[in-house]
């Protein structure tokens, strides 16, 4: 195995675009060094992005944030102004791990890992975010929830990697959540997790709502009969009823010794219930 | 394959090596830096007895190839006590008895030190919420977490 660290995104291109697949990019690290030391992977070569500037930088363009692939969630959660534009986003990479943990894993590698559980993947759909893919053809655009194609599985094609995540400019009466569920209070992986951002206008009638759940399908799910349920009313009691009955009609997920298939989906409506509870009270924090 | 040139701080010290590219920190602090106070527990970053501080973050040695640690400054357990002065952690975690088998108390004292040097006066749940990545199967949690306020108490004063 033989162990690279360009300083360049052109660099990082040309070194994944030449080894084909047998090659891994390195973020945090959190996941890979574990697949690579049980053996689940063997590159060839390892390409670590850290040491390039554009992938580790947290900026402002246009009023809007664009977050490096591996900023980590310490980081995340010591950005003042992003927590306060993007709460539930902040918050979902913040519950990934321990404090150990949460000084390497970042939001590229937690969603480029693919896995359905991800904490930080539904918090980021939710909030519309998008991913700049850099690769052997220049750079593309993709939203996050087009990453993901199923367990460990990306829609990445041989030699592209997730640079940064761009953030749409948060209406001024929007607001974020993400909950997830676990037996514990820390260390474990999500059962179910939930993220929504909602947008009411001066009424505080909703106009615009995402409702994202994760760990209970192949990869996380956009609900959009849920969001239907809140558009266009107050998000008042019936309406989250209408709108935890269809996160429930969509939720296909495993049996597993984290949860039955009965007992996921009943949790996922909770959680949906009480995460837009949330973000409708943080539609109110600028005020 | 040639070999992976790594320079580091380490404790203070500059420290260059040479390791191969499979090779973790923690292998190297261990095996061939004979810096052994950091332990390998899992390997998969559960455990924390390998943790140590890296530019002022927290991490687990088993999750960080050792070619990532290029340019970084290191903490470890073999740094904590100057000389044959204790640090007041680990003469709290004595006066505790906030230990019993040891395997895992480098780990635990360098993630204490990591909260301290960040927060000097922490309450009992963000200590152990901070220590959550720390497993400890002896003493059951209560002495480590009143050792580590009491030093925050003790420094403070």
């Not at chain 1, 996941?31 to 390409?47: A, F, N």
């Not at chain 1, 700049?132 to 194609?149: D, F, K, Q, S, Y």
Request: some cysteine.
């Amino acid at each position: 195995m033989q162990y690279e660290a360009p300083t360049t995104v052109d660099q990082a291109v040309a070194l994944l675009k030449n080894s084909g697949n047998a090659s891994k990019v390195l973020a945090g690290g959190t996941d890979l060094l574990v697949q690579l030391r049980s053996g689940m992977i063997e590159p060839e070569l390892i390409v670590d992005i850290k040491k390039i500037p554009e992938v580790r930088s947290i900026l402002k363009e246009d009023g809007k944030f664009r977050v490096g692939a591996v900023v980590t969630g310490a980081e995340l959660g010591e950005h003042g102004d992003l927590k306060a534009a993007w709460p539930g986003v902040v918050e979902a990479a913040e519950l990934i791990g321990s404090t150990q943990i949460q000084g390497r894993a970042s939001l590229g590698g937690n969603l480029c890992n693919a896995s359905p559980a991800a904490d930080a993947v539904p918090a980021l759909v939710a909030a519309g975010a998008i991913c700049m893919i850099a690769g052997p053809n220049g750079r593309r655009e993709l939203p996050v929830g087009a990453i993901c194609t199923g367990p460990g599985q990306t829609s990445l094609s041989p030699g592209e990697f997730v640079v940064s995540f761009l953030f749409p400019i948060p209406k001024p009466r929007s607001g974020d959540a993400y909950l997830r569920f676990i037996p514990r209070t820390e260390m474990d992986i999500a059962v179910v997790g939930v993220g929504i951002h909602i947008t009411l206008d001066a009424e505080n009638v909703c106009v615009d709502a995402r409702v994202a759940v994760g760990a209970v399908a192949p990869t996380v799910l956009l609900v959009e009969e849920s969001a239907a349920a809140l558009v266009g009313t107050m998000v008042d009691d019936a309406s989250i009823d209408k709108m935890i009955a269809a996160v429930r009609d969509s939720c296909d997920p495993i049996d597993d010794k984290r949860g039955t298939v009965v007992y996921r989906t009943q949790v996922a409506g909770v959680l949906a219930g009480r995460v837009c509870r949330i973000a409708l009270q943080r539609t109110r924090r600028h005020e | 394959m040639s070999k992976v040139h790594v320079s580091t701080i380490i404790n203070d010290d500059t420290v260059e090596f040479l390791c191969e590219s499979e090779q973790t920190l923690l292998d190297v602090l261990r095996d061939d830096l004979r810096l052994t106070g950091s332990k390998e527990g899992c390997a998969s970053g559960d455990c924390g007895a390998c943790s140590v501080i890296m530019d002022g973050r927290l991490v687990c040695a088993c999750l960080l190839l050792a070619a990532e640690a290029e340019g970084s400054t290191i903490e470890t357990i073999e740094g904590m006590a100057n000389g044959s002065d204790l640090h007041p952690l680990q003469q709290q975690f004595l006066d505790h008895a906030a230990l019993q088998c040891g395997v895992c108390t480098p780990g635990f004292l360098i993630a204490a030190k990591a909260l301290l040097d960040r927060n000097p006066d922490p309450t009992e749940t963000e200590v152990r919420y901070w220590l959550a990545g720390n497993l400890c199967r002896c003493t059951g949690y209560d002495k480590i977490v009143r050792a580590v306020l009491d030093t925050a108490a003790e420094t403070r004063n």
